[in-house]
């Protein structure tokens, strides 16, 4: 899959967004500042990818770049290695011999897939030897390609090209198997309903993006927290190792970042950022005060 199948995770993780109308000068963003002792982290929801021709970022995420001394993401973009990366998903994402997708899947289930495969122009016999949760990987990032969506224009890829054309340098939350191996771990039954959940939305992702990115934009933190968990309250099985496990092993790391003298720009996204167990909520029970900047 090469590297790119890290930008297929995070349309799955995440959504995307299409474009939205342009909200007043005023208005709030996803970016807050968390003072430490001696220097600001800020921190800052994304969406992983936007259209060419609504990719410019709110201006809030430019002034806390250039305040900041480093960035730091979810995966460190700026040193990932695609060949390691196509090499997890190839060792971690392909079902075992002499299983195929049909067995697993069971024959209606199948079908329905196959056709929702066909239908964004991808052969149904190329997904017979990929797990359930790779499966829906797959047919996301193909939706949000059709939708015109492209990784290359989203808040991370913008970002981590600047720092490297700046000399700035970048870090990462967590390795590419602390990343997926949350979904890799997941039993059979739960990929299959990650599966289902998946061709569910494929059909109301377009209205759906659209709410999604006009809330980001505008830096409504409650109804980001209602649109991007509306399919988690009825899986808590999913959301528990995708967001809240993973919040609270990044909380650390951001605690020493706040620690040290020198200011950071920490990128995560947005679904981390909000609701029950979201990073803002576990840095104010640790004593902080994110302020969210317009």
């Known amino acids: 899959m090469g590297g790119k199948a890290l930008e297929r995770v995070r349309a799955l993780l995440l959504l995307g967004c299409l474009s939205s109308p342009l909200l007043p000068a005023y208005a709030a963003s996803c970016v807050w500042a968390v003072h430490g002792p001696r220097n600001t982290v800020y921190l800052a929801g994304s969406v992983h990818l936007l259209p060419a021709q609504d990719a410019a970022l709110p201006a809030a995420f430019d002034r806390a770049y250039t305040?900041?001394?480093?960035?730091?993401?979810?995966?460190?973009?700026?040193?990932?290695d695609p060949l390691a990366a196509a090499g997890w998903m190839l060792e971690h994402g392909t079902l075992p011999s002499g299983t195929s997708l049909r067995t697993v899947l069971g024959e209606q289930?199948?079908?329905?897939?196959?056709?929702?495969?066909?239908?964004?122009?991808?052969?149904?016999e190329v997904l017979d030897t990929q797990a359930p949760w790779v499966v829906g990987i797959e047919l996301a990032d193909l939706q949000y390609q059709h939708l015109g969506l492209d990784p290359?224009?989203?808040?991370?890829?913008?970002?981590?090209?600047r720092a490297q054309?700046?000399?700035?340098?970048?870090?990462?939350l967590e390795t590419l198997d602390e990343e997926l191996g949350g979904?890799?771990?997941?039993?059979?039954?739960?990929?299959?309903?990650?599966?289902?959940?998946?061709l569910s939305e494929l059909q109301d992702s377009p209205a759906e993006l659209r709410e999604i990115v006009g809330a980001w934009r505008n830096g409504d933190t409650a109804k980001l927290a209602a649109l991007l968990s509306r399919e988690y309250r009825s899986f808590?099985?999913?959301?528990?190792?995708?967001?809240t496990e993973r919040n609270e092993r990044w909380l650390p790391k951001i605690e020493e970042l706040l620690r040290g003298r020198e200011n950071s720009l920490v990128l995560v996204g947005s679904l981390h950022l909000v609701g029950d167990g979201g990073l803002l909520e576990l840095l104010r029970k640790a004593g902080f005060t994110p302020v969210q900047l317009n």
């Not at 289930?109 to 149904?124: D, F, H, N, Q, T």
């Not at 290359?152 to 090209?161: P, R």
């Open 67 to 80: 305040d900041s001394a480093r960035l730091v993401m979810e995966l460190d973009l700026g040193r990932l």
């Open 109 to 124: 289930r199948y079908l329905k897939v196959s056709a929702a495969a066909a239908e964004l122009g991808l052969p149904a």
């Open 152 to 161: 290359q224009q989203g808040v991370e890829e913008q970002l981590v090209h």
């Open 165 to 172: 054309a700046d000399g700035k340098p970048t870090a990462g």
């Open 183 to 198: 979904l890799e771990a997941l039993p059979t039954q739960d990929q299959v309903r990650l599966l289902d959940q998946t």
């Open 236 to 243: 808590p099985a999913l959301y528990r190792p995708l967001v």
